[in-house]
């Protein structure tokens, strides 16, 4: 590739050329074979999907974590097994629909099908490509019921805990916070005079913050004490909870459900996909960290704390989201045992008739 002699040319024309091989890398992942990217991306006249996704990935990479990164790479290259077009403008409707129903033969559950559908749509609107779908095109899935653990059920957790795991679940309890951001909780979020651990971006590590916002929780004292006493037994370490080699622990979940099946705690009905039944095996799906996070939530929410505080703990853009995880504290909780038994404690069913306890006042349904 001939430049001329001058400096600026010769420094754009590597700097294109190692962009065309950094793309063509990505798409090469992305399970396509892309010959001759367009040096200016999705912002040419006629673009290859590929070239046109291995561009975003890229983005993607270096403004989001790993996780969606990650996530998002392997849906696009779901798209291209599915998808037989070459160029963005073929991409029609039926398309995404043949892509909804390739996630589907995969045996995808519904609400993974639903959040695939959802990311190829941002991914198509972040390249220039809006209108390919219709609002019901969306794949349809069952909201799950937010669960929150019993204080029966902590308590039970806690006693089959080893010293160690002990403080890990009982941080995620008591901070409310997400599985990365224990992984990545360090002894300098600690703060001991303020009573607070603060959860913050490690844009080195590349760990981001879900919606980028820092946020401070304030804790009880006896975690904080205990937190204390792990740094003063592990001098020099970052991390609070790191796995064998020091890095991040990617086995919180793992673990747990270990702890769960110890504590009897499995439902004993969940098979997974190698047909392990919980009722033996550590797989159970009822036992998750994010109820450790809901149960911070609940117990707060019962204690007094206002709603609105508990968004900013737990660190939801949306308030609905935090309405959703206070449901359970609301239909369990005191006030509303007392309306149930207002409204119901005068009755008893007793074979097809409905009978009130003062046998004077016996109802008998009209036949």
């Known amino acids: 590739m001939a430049v001329g002699n001058k400096v600026d040319a010769a420094q754009a024309a590597l700097s294109r050329k190692r962009k065309e091989i950094k793309l063509t890398k990505e798409a090469a992942a992305l399970g396509a074979t892309v010959s001759g990217v367009p040096e200016s ?14 561009e975003y990935i890229q983005d993607v990479k270096a403004t989001k974590a790993s996780k969606t990164w990650g996530s998002r790479r392997r849906i696009a290259a ?9 160029y963005l403008d073929e991409v029609s409707r039926r398309d995404l629909l043949d892509f909804r ?96 651990i603060a959860v913050c971006a490690k844009e080195n590590l590349g760990f981001h913050i ?26 020099g370490k970052r991390f609070i909870f790191p796995a064998k080699n020091g890095q991040p622990d990617g086995h919180m979940l793992r673990t747990l459900k270990k702890v769960a099946l110890r504590a009897g705690l499995n439902c004993g009905h ?3 996909k190698s047909d392990e039944s919980c009722a033996k095996r550590p797989v159970c799906s009822k036992v998750t960290l994010h109820s450790l996070r809901r149960t911070f939530a609940t117990m707060h929410f019962e204690s007094g704390v206002r709603a609105h505080t508990l968004q900013r703990w737990l660190g ?5 989201t935090t309405l959703r995880y206070l449901a359970v504290a609301d239909v369990r909780s005191e006030a509303v045992r007392t309306q149930v038994e207002s409204t119901f404690g005068a009755w008893t069913e007793t074979g097809t008739r409905m009978v009130l306890l003062e046998p004077s006042q016996a109802w008998t349904p009209r036949k």
């Open 41 to 54: 991306g999705y912002g040419s006249a006629r673009v290859n999907i590929a070239a046109a996704f291995a």
């Open 78 to 86: 779901y798209f291209l097994q599915s998808c037989n077009k070459r």
């Open 101 to 196: 129903a390739f996630l589907c033969a995969k045996g995808l559950k519904d609400r993974s099908v639903f959040n695939a559908f959802q990311s190829i749509l941002s991914t198509f609107r972040a390249i220039g490509v809006t209108g390919l779908a219709l609002k019901t095109d969306m794949p349809s899935f069952t909201e799950r019921a937010v669960r929150a653990y019993s204080d029966q059920e902590v308590e039970r957790l806690f006693a089959a805990c080893t010293a160690d795991e002990k403080l890990l679940y009982q941080t995620f309890l008591f901070t409310g916070c997400r599985e990365q951001e224990i992984q990545y909780l360090t002894y300098p979020d600690i703060d001991p005079s303020g009573r607070t």
């Open 210 to 235: 879900k919606d980028r916002e820092e946020r401070l929780i304030r804790v009880p004292q006896a975690l904080l004490n205990a937190l204390e006493a792990r740094k003063q037994a592990n001098p």
């Open 270 to 272: 969940c098979e997974n």
């Open 316 to 320: 939801h853009s949306d308030f609905e």
